[in-house]
T-cell receptor, first 114, second 114 residues
Framework: ETGVTQTPRHLVMGMTNKKSLKCEQH?????MYWYKQSAKKPLELMFVYNFKEQTENNSVPSRFSPECPNSSHLFLHLHTLQPEDSALYLC?????????????FGPGTRLTVL | KNQVEQSPQSLIILEGKNCTLQ??????????LRWYKQDTGRGPVSLTI?????NTKSNGRYTATLDADTKQSSLHITASQLSDSASYICVVSARRGGGNKLTFGTGTQLKVEL
């Protein structure tokens, strides 16, 4: 295991639902990330947090709302999603933001929006 | 525009055979290149990282090469096993102020059969 856990592993929701994805890292890292992985497309970076502060938001629609209460936990709150938001959502962490590329990934949450 | 292109898109080989995956990039200024292995239903796991001055790096049956002049990298898998069936993702890091920026390839889907 990589030391990064995500729950739930699978989620099916309607377009009017509100749900949250959770990520926890047990590595003592200071930076955490949310990615979206769609079929046959490269990973898309969504948000970056460093020491609980958001440092990057890559033009993500407001129906995705991240929350980072501490350096070990990261949430992604979902509301009024669209079917095209169905994808694998990956969380990752790295020791420091400066070592941006040395990331450890969680197993992902497979999201299906009906 | 920074881009990473991988080929082939998918590959099927027999167990015990060797194979080579390709990665071409236009990322600049180059910092390093990393190959990830992503098993189905799991997050990516780093296999190797290569910096500008490194030509070859091995990790067990995996050997990565880098030609920084032609901006090409390859991942060679020797004596393939069924457990090698996965998606292999090439990720190139570009230097920028305060850290690195990652560009992901779409991956090569490898299937090893009996």
């Amino acid at each position: 295991e990589t030391g990064v856990t995500q729950t739930p592993r699978h989620l099916v929701m309607g377009m009017t639902n509100k749900k949250s994805l959770k990520c926890e890292q047990h590595l003592g890292h200071n930076a955490m990330y949310w990615y979206k992985q769609s079929a046959k497309k490269p990973l898309e970076l969504m948000f970056v947090y460093n020491f609980k502060e958001q440092t990057e938001n890559n033009s993500v629609p407001s129906r995705f709302s991240p929350e980072c209460p501490n350096s070990s936990h990261l949430f992604l709150h979902l509301h009024t999603l669209q079917p095209e938001d169905s994808a694998l959502y990956l969380c990752a962490s790295s020791q420091e933001l400066a070592t941006y590329n040395e990331q450890f990934f969680g197993p992902g949450t497979r999201l299906t929006v009906l | 525009k920074n881009q990473v292109e991988q080929s082939p898109q998918s590959l099927i080989i027999l167990e015990g055979k060797n194979c080579t995956l390709q990665c071409n990039y236009t990322v600049s200024p180059f910092s390093n290149l990393r190959w990830y292995k992503q098993d189905t239903g799991r997050g990516p796991v780093s296999l190797t990282i290569m910096t500008f001055s490194e030509n070859t790096k091995s990790n067990g049956r995996y050997t990565a090469t880098l030609d920084a002049d032609t901006k090409q990298s390859s991942l060679h898998i020797t004596a393939s096993q069924l457990s090698d069936s996965a998606s292999y993702i090439c990720v190139v890091s570009a230097r920028r102020g305060g850290g690195n920026k990652l560009t992901f390839g779409t991956g090569t889907q490898l299937k090893v059969e009996l």
